[in-house]
């Protein structure tokens, strides 16, 4: 396509609609319009299958990351089937076995996911939408149970959810890392932290009693390159059968994430983000993927949900495999 049919196009995308019925071969939306920009599939077989876990009973603070799953769907008809770096993702099939419904009993919803989530992860990637931080409890749970031999853990987070119990409860988004660390297939030695910047006593004692856990504070990051810590986090998992990428949004700066429940200054950006994810994706056997503690009331012009948008489109695109690239100087319009 020319560079002024491309300019022309988008001149004319604002126009009434009756005046664009009779513009030939001009089709009045985009064809991508759809959930997951026309990526969906009910294929068994698809690349990618994604579970909503609007849950977030389990929040210290403020609520509202149970709005997450719908929030992030709903804007996927307006970001394009392509990554960043012009890979279009056509021909990728999303399978989205929608979300665990609410239950009441806290109990028998965590088992619920559980079970839900060993449907997903039969699949080459599965991704998980929060929800506040405690879902992924029962998710690695099932990770632990569908992934054989040692796994790793890469909790991206600005608190190192450690605690032992909160609030009352053992199943608080503070005890998340804590619980996954009890299961058999988890050696400490395999979890990796990046992002950290707020700590309680006991969490601190703790990581004091356990020096094989990698702690990548913010300050860290700032400090050394994200791509030094990304090429530690490698070097501490390599020879582990398969990866749990845990993603909690406020480990971003409120900058680039402001619709969280508990958010801290001092974060990454969304660039540092996204190139920590690419060398841990591209070096590791990455098999699932959370993003949580997104809460779309909290936020500004769906600023954050956009973001995890943006992770989600990226992972895509590293799991479809590679298209040729693009001629240098090729001329390309990119509408949405």
Same mark, same amino acid.
């Given at each position: 396509?020319?560079?002024?049919?491309?300019?022309?196009?988008?001149?004319?995308?604002?126009?009434?609609?009756?005046?664009?019925?009779?513009?030939?071969?001009?089709?009045?939306?985009?064809?991508?319009?759809?959930?997951?920009?026309?990526?969906?599939?009910?294929?068994?077989?698809?690349?990618?299958?994604?579970?909503?876990?609007?849950?977030?009973?389990?929040?210290?603070?403020?609520?509202?990351?149970?709005?997450?799953?719908?929030?992030?769907?709903?804007?996927?008809?307006?970001?394009?089937?392509?990554?960043?770096?012009?890979?279009?993702?056509?021909?990728?099939?999303?399978?989205?076995?929608?979300?665990?419904?609410?239950?009441?009993?806290?109990?028998?919803?965590?088992?619920?996911?559980?079970?839900?989530?060993?449907?997903?992860?039969?699949?080459?990637?599965?991704?998980?939408?929060?929800?506040?931080?405690?879902?992924?409890? @029962?998710?690695?749970?099932?990770? !632990?149970?569908?992934?054989?031999?040692? &796994?790793?853990? *890469?909790? #991206?987070?600005?608190? $190192?959810?450690?605690?032992?119990?909160?609030?009352?409860?053992?199943?608080?988004?503070?005890?998340?890392?804590?619980?996954?660390?009890?299961?058999?297939?988890?050696?400490?030695?395999?979890?990796?932290?990046?992002?950290?910047?707020?700590?309680?006593?006991?969490?601190?004692?703790?990581?004091?009693?356990?020096?094989?856990?990698?702690?990548?504070?913010?300050?860290?990051?700032?400090?050394?390159?994200?791509?030094?810590?990304?090429?530690?986090?490698?070097?501490?998992?390599?020879?582990?059968?398969?990866?749990?990428?845990?993603?909690?949004?406020?480990?971003?700066?409120?900058?680039?994430?402001?619709?969280?429940?508990? @958010?801290?200054?001092?974060?990454? !950006?969304?660039?540092?983000?996204?190139? &920590?994810?690419? *060398?841990? #994706?591209?070096?590791? $056997?990455?098999?699932?993927?959370?993003?949580?503690?997104?809460?779309?009331?909290?936020?500004?012009?769906?600023?954050?949900?956009?973001?995890?948008?943006?992770?989600?489109?990226?992972?895509?695109?590293?799991?479809?495999?590679?298209?040729?690239?693009?001629?240098?100087?090729?001329?390309?319009?990119?509408?949405?």
């Amino acid at each position: 396509m020319k560079r002024e049919a491309c300019s022309q196009h988008q001149d004319l995308a604002g126009l009434p609609g009756v005046l664009a019925r009779n513009l030939p071969g001009l089709p009045l939306h985009p064809t991508h319009r759809r959930l997951w920009s026309g990526l969906a599939s009910d294929d068994p077989g698809a690349e990618i299958g994604i579970l909503g876990i609007p849950f977030d009973n389990a929040t210290s603070f403020r609520k509202g990351a149970s709005f997450a799953p719908a929030k992030i769907r709903e804007l996927t008809p307006h970001v394009a089937p392509v990554t960043e770096e012009g890979q279009r993702l056509e021909g990728l099939r999303v399978r989205d076995y929608g979300d665990v419904g609410a239950d009441l009993n806290w109990e028998r919803y965590f088992a619920t996911v559980q079970a839900r989530a060993a449907q997903v992860l039969r699949h080459t990637r599965a991704i998980f939408l929060g929800g506040d931080h405690s879902v992924t409890i @029962p998710l690695v749970a099932a990770f !632990s149970q569908a992934a054989a031999g040692r &796994l790793g853990v *890469v909790h #991206f987070d600005a608190h $190192p959810d450690l605690a032992d119990e909160y609030d009352g409860h053992r199943w608080s988004h503070a005890c998340t890392a804590r619980r996954v660390l009890e299961l058999p297939n988890v050696e400490p030695r395999h979890l990796a932290f990046v992002g950290l910047r707020s700590w309680m006593d006991d969490e601190r004692a703790f990581l004091e009693a356990h020096p094989e856990i990698a702690v990548h504070t913010a300050r860290d990051v700032y400090r050394r390159s994200v791509e030094v810590v990304a090429e530690d986090v490698v070097a501490q998992l390599q020879g582990v059968d398969a990866v749990y990428f845990t993603l909690d949004i406020d480990g971003l700066d409120p900058a680039y994430a402001p619709g969280t429940g508990a @958010p801290e200054a001092g974060g990454l !950006s969304t660039r540092e983000l996204l190139e &920590l994810l690419r *060398v841990v #994706f591209a070096r590791l $056997p990455v098999r699932a993927l959370d993003i949580v503690e997104v809460a779309p009331p909290l936020d500004h012009a769906d600023v954050t949900s956009f973001a995890a948008a943006k992770v989600l489109y990226e992972v895509f695109g590293w799991t479809k495999p590679a298209t040729p690239v693009r001629p240098a100087g090729t001329p390309r319009c990119t509408h949405r």
